[in-house]
């Protein structure tokens, strides 16, 4: 008869219990009540300045316990400041002595059974608490200085100032990079622009919602956001805002999403795509694939000289999520949000002075006269020839690359030691078959591209 295991209710990872450490430990007892508070033993403080003596057993004893209550030392530095007026002197007296005169006059306070603050002298408050003079010193200095409540300094991450300069200088070397627009999704924006054209919006519509990844060179720049505009402008009459939201990283599983996975899926399936035809055929299966290449704008260069850079916004470019677009009148405006749900920014224009939607004209690309990188020409080059021999040019399947590399590797001329790093470095040949899908990118797009449109 098999025997299985019992069950029970403890977990099986020990749970962490802090207050069994040993410097918890130390810790509570260091700040715990030492022993019974000290009756005053001054006789002559019984007057308005001082009414030490006029305290009861219960009072001192109350005072005492509602200190100790709490053994975290924070909470009782506050307790002192609580009970203590502290304030500069009003005037200083010539002394002949090296003893220099006091930068604080601390006046020390002890509540009474009805809730009144008695003033007492420092021995008799010390007494009571049972605390050094030092500690209730430096516990009011401090917050004379800093005019903050008291924080903890001791323990914590001390490696981390060990190492900051090296990671302040890491983080400066790289933002001294310049950021570039990723060569593979320049033309999505001519995507975008192409299906916002083509959709039929009702008449009852006055606002659109985008909603899509925040990739910066896909969907979340100033090439987007002026295209968008440039469309509002032109757009019905009905339509008056356009909301482009970013939902949080890591939780943007948008609808084609799946598809780019299942496309991505297949295409391993096959060991070598040479042809544009068999990126076209995979695509197929997947949606419907619809042919840019008359239909691709230059809208980079378009909004570059209209619109401000993202430092000379009235907002924060990069951490906003919310982008709304708004048509006032005959002008479009932009206004970003941080958070979702709580809008307090303006709606401001974001074009230079003189400038409006209008002004952003693109210019269409044409077909073959985009110069592909000359190091990425002959790494297809050497790779068709690895792969096909030397008369891979007079093959008629391979048109594509003939014409390719007829019309510009003439025109363009490679230094010799690039080409000699290019043929030595067969492992990373392979890179330039990236280039077809370049290619591809810019002829072809989804009815099902990541981005999903909601009608308001």
């Known amino acids: 008869m098999e025997a299985y295991p019992k069950t029970t209710d403890k977990p099986r990872k020990r749970v962490v219990n802090k207050a069994a450490w040993k410097r918890t430990r130390e810790k509570l007892e260091r700040y715990s009540s030492p022993g019974a508070p000290k009756k005053p033993s001054c006789k002559n403080h019984c007057g308005k300045t001082f009414s030490c003596t006029l305290l009861t057993h219960r009072e001192i004893r109350q ?121 593979y999704c320049r033309s999505k924006t001519s995507a975008v622009n192409h299906c916002l054209k083509n959709i039929d919006i009702p008449e009852n519509v006055e606002r659109l919602r985008l909603m899509c990844d925040g990739c910066g060179g896909q969907n979340k720049n100033t090439t987007m956001i002026g295209m968008l505009c440039s469309w509002l402008q032109k757009a019905p ?61 230059d809208w980079k260069s378009a909004c570059q000289n209209v619109i401000k850079q993202p430092g000379n916004w009235h907002f924060q470019f990069n951490p906003t999520k919310y982008f709304f677009i708004i048509k006032q009148r005959n002008e479009i405006v932009v206004r970003g949000e941080q958070h979702y749900r709580s809008h307090f920014g303006k709606a401001l224009t974001v074009f230079r002075k003189k400038c409006s939607a209008t002004h952003i004209k693109p210019k269409p690309i044409v077909s073959g006269e985009v110069n592909v990188n000359p190091l990425k020409l002959s790494g297809i080059s050497a790779l068709l020839k690895k792969h096909f021999g030397e008369d891979f040019m007079q093959m008629p399947d391979l048109q594509f690359y003939q014409h390719l590399l007829e019309t510009q590797v003439d025109d363009i001329a490679v230094d010799a030691e690039q080409e000699a790093c290019t043929n030595k470095d067969t492992d990373g040949i392979y890179f330039y078959l990236s280039a077809l899908k370049n290619v591809l990118e810019i002829l072809l797009y989804f009815q099902s591209f990541p981005l999903q449109f909601i009608f308001e």
Do not use: W
């Open 63 to 183: 005072f005492h316990d509602m200190f100790y209550l709490s053994r975290d030392k924070l909470k009782q530095d506050a307790f002192i400041l609580k009970y203590t007026d502290h304030c500069i002197p009003k005037r200083s007296r010539k002394t002949t002595c090296l003893r220099e005169n006091r930068a604080v006059s601390v006046k020390y306070y002890i509540p009474t059974l009805s809730h009144k603050k008695v003033p007492v002298c420092q021995k008799t408050f010390l007494g009571i608490l049972l605390v050094t003079k030092h500690r209730a010193q430096g516990v009011i200095q401090r917050f004379m200085k800093s005019g903050k409540m008291p924080v903890e300094t001791r323990g914590g991450n001390r490696k981390e100032k060990l190492f900051e300069k090296k990671a302040r200088s890491v983080q400066d070397f790289i933002e001294k990079f310049p950021v570039i627009e990723n060569h």
């Open 237 to 297: 009459a009905h339509l008056q805002q356009i909301e482009l939201i970013f939902p949080m990283v890591g939780h943007s599983f948008l609808p084609s999403d799946r598809v780019f996975a299942r496309i991505e899926k297949d295409i391993k399936k096959h060991e070598v795509l040479v042809l544009p035809q068999d990126y076209v055929n995979i695509f197929a299966e997947h949606g419907t694939p619809i042919n840019l290449e008359d239909k691709v704008f």
